[in-house]
């Protein structure tokens, strides 16, 4: 008989929750080691993504429909704001996703990169670095956002300065920006899906708590 408390059957929540946390664990260790490109995903759900500092060389952003869950059906199809880096280095970075379970809300969160005290612009620790990065958002806050040499208002087929997502179907004649490269720092975003050819993160750290309280 399994054990049962407060009408929840741990045994039941084990068998559901230790394969998802040790599978989530080993891809986190594989992809801080360099063994895998990168792609977070939730389906029907957002996350949070956070940063103390973030530089990016070769910067674009422009618009596209994702499909979140289903590609069969329609309803799961969501704008979003796509921002590419050709490389990038994140100090303090956090990703955050709720964790429904039968005893009430969790949180899934991984930490690397540092950290990075924004009143004197110092960072600690090896930072987070990405290439052929891809964000894509619904919603996004940056303290301050500095662009050297952008355009606004290119096409999205006339982007030459940054990485379009080769997965992703676009307008060409859509609007887009692209800049030599971004700073951004204080940043929070809401978004349904992270990729990139490579993304190293130096001393992570995954956890499961209780709470939502995520990134942000």
């Known amino acids: 008989m399994s054990q049962t408390f407060g009408k929840t059957r741990w045994k039941r929540f084990a068998v559901v929750m230790v394969p998802t946390i040790a599978a989530t664990a080993a891809v986190g260790v594989s992809i801080a080691q360099g063994a895998l490109a990168a792609s977070f995903s939730v389906s029907g759900s957002q996350f949070k993504v956070s940063a103390g500092k973030l530089h990016g060389d070769g910067f674009t952003q422009y618009g596209t429909v994702l499909q979140t869950a289903d590609p069969k059906n329609a309803a799961h199809a969501v704008?979003?704001?796509v921002s590419?880096?050709?490389?990038?280095?994140?100090?303090?970075?956090?990703?955050?996703v709720d964790v429904p379970t039968p005893?009430?809300?969790?949180?899934?969160?991984?930490?690397?990169?540092?950290?990075?005290?924004?009143?004197?612009?110092?960072?600690?620790?090896?930072?987070?670095?990405?290439?052929?990065?891809?964000?894509?958002?619904?919603?996004?806050?940056?303290?301050?956002?500095?662009f050297n040499n952008i355009n606004i208002g290119?096409?999205?087929?006339?982007?030459?300065?940054g990485p379009v997502n080769p997965?992703?179907?676009?307008?060409?004649?859509?609007?887009?920006?692209?800049?030599?490269?971004?700073?951004?720092?204080?940043?929070?975003?809401?978004?349904?899906?992270?990729?990139?050819?490579?993304?190293?993160?130096n001393g992570m750290h995954l956890s499961l708590a209780p709470g939502s309280n995520g990134c942000f």
């Open 154 to 161: 290119v096409a999205t087929g006339g982007i030459t300065k």
């Open 103 to 146: 005893f009430g809300p969790y949180e899934l969160t991984i930490n690397a990169g540092g950290t990075y005290d924004a009143k004197t612009g110092t960072a600690s620790g090896t930072p987070v670095t990405a290439s052929a990065l891809f964000i894509d958002m619904t919603d996004l806050h940056a303290d301050t956002a500095t």
């Open 79 to 81: 704008p979003v704001a």
């Open 84 to 96: 590419g880096f050709n490389k990038a280095t994140i100090n303090q970075l956090c990703q955050s």
């Open 167 to 201: 997965d992703q179907k676009t307008d060409p004649a859509g609007f887009a920006q692209e800049a030599d490269s971004a700073d951004l720092t204080g940043v929070q975003q809401t978004a349904w899906a992270t990729n990139a050819a490579t993304f190293s993160l």
